[in-house]
């Protein structure tokens, strides 16, 4: 699987859930400019920030 495709299903989960990048930062103890750069892929995550947020 492909950044761009972990990216997407992160997205689409997050938007089903009706979580925003504020609260998704919260939950993962990041600023919600860190989740917004991550869901544009201008920052790469870590595998524990990746599990993080899973």
Do not use: D, F, H
């Amino acid at each position: 699987m492909k950044i761009k495709e972990i990216l997407a299903r992160i997205g689409y989960v997050k938007n089903k859930a009706g979580l925003s990048a504020r609260e998704v930062s919260l939950r993962i103890g990041m600023s919600p400019q860190y989740v917004a750069q991550v869901e544009s892929g201008r920052i790469v995550l870590t595998i524990e920030k990746l599990l993080q947020i899973l």
